[in-house]
């Protein structure tokens, strides 16, 4: 791969995703795409980077292998703590009782599964109306995560009170959640950088592990974007190594990279 080729891959993933790829991360990117030029016979980057620009069904795959989807159940076991403990008891007491919770790069749906299970006791009811939206640029993942299917080992990060409860076996070294849980939560494709259809307002956001892959520009953009629509009353979580100081001067900080508006 050379510089040439890199600095178009690096233009084109910055344009279509907002993923900033450093020097450093040549050889990742070498490694990710190899696959896929030994799937489609190109002999060089050169070619591949031709051909990304004639055929506009590749920038799909091509974005598919430039994520990172590293993801797990109760992943920061903070936050669900939080929502169980201290949003839940707010919320038991709102006369409203629409709940909208958004997974804003959900990956492979351990996230919004998460959640679900969090959330289930006490609002999976008729009395509640709650929705879970959860987004990712990759439709790889996506597809797994509408799956619902995950191998054994991914059962220990969830804790036994829930596992016990929404884990149903699988075939012999897989499981999957019950409907209960699975139908709380909602798929769809999404870009951040895009248009987003969605009108909110959300009680929760959770956009974690992803602003780390963006610039101060981007992340400036979509924090603003996310506070149009969170409710007042609402929280945004990031992820553990990120924040939204110098971002953003709409929200405090709650502690533990949770966020609520300024008001
Ligand atoms: C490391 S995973 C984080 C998953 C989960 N939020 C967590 O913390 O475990 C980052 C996800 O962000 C998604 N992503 C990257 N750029 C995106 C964009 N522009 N729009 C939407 N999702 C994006 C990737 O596809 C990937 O699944």
Redesign the pocket.
Known sequence: MSSADFEAIRQLAYKS???VLPARKKHMVYSRLSRRLRQLGETSFADYVQRLQRDETELPVFINAL??????FF??GHHFEYLKDKITQQWLSRPNKRLRVW??????G??PYSIAMTLAHPFATNEWDLKILA????TN?LNTAKRGIYSDEKLSSIPSEYANKYAKRQGEHDFTLSPLIRQLVHFKQ????DAWPMKGPFDVI?????FI??DHETKKRIIARFRQLLADDGYLIV?HSETLMQLSDEFVFEGQTIYRPKL
Request: net charge negative; glycine share 6%; aromatic share 12%.
């Open positions: 995703t907002g993923i994520t990172t989807n590293l993801t797990y992943r920061e997974s804003a790069a959900c990956s492979t351990e996230e987004t990712d640029l990759d993942v999404l870009n951040l950088l959770f956009c974690r592990n992803v892959y963006f992820g």
